[in-house]
């Protein structure tokens, strides 16, 4: 386990958001990624909550930003390095950033996600 605090995990997670491909980050609309320290239940790195871009219509306007939540300390307890953080920030937040576009779990195991 690796100690950081919560402002360089925050930056860490800013570098992490850098990598996603301007394509991919021009097309992603009304969401904000923020750090939470722990998950509402064991086990989650990461977690999307909102309504997909699949499953908007005429209807999504006026809402809450979908979010996405990235949990500090289970990253921090299976990473030893900071490349390790911004590595499983990468994937955590690439496999958040899916379901904001309507893919699921299973569809990403598929993919190797």
Known sequence: MIE???NRFEEL???AL???PPELA???DNVVVVVVDD?????LLG???GIPLT???DWYSGVLPDRIEIYRNPTLEICATEDDVVEEVQITVVHEIA???GIDDERLHELGW
Not at 39 to 43: A, D, F, K, R, S
């Open 55 to 57: 499953e908007r219509g």
């Open 47 to 49: 977690l999307y909550t």
């Open 99 to 101: 379901h904001h576009f």
């Open 39 to 43: 998950p509402p239940e064991q086990g």
């Open 4 to 6: 950081v605090s919560r």
């Open 13 to 15: 997670v800013s570098e």
């Open 26 to 28: 021009k097309v992603m």
């Open 18 to 20: 850098d990598t996603i």
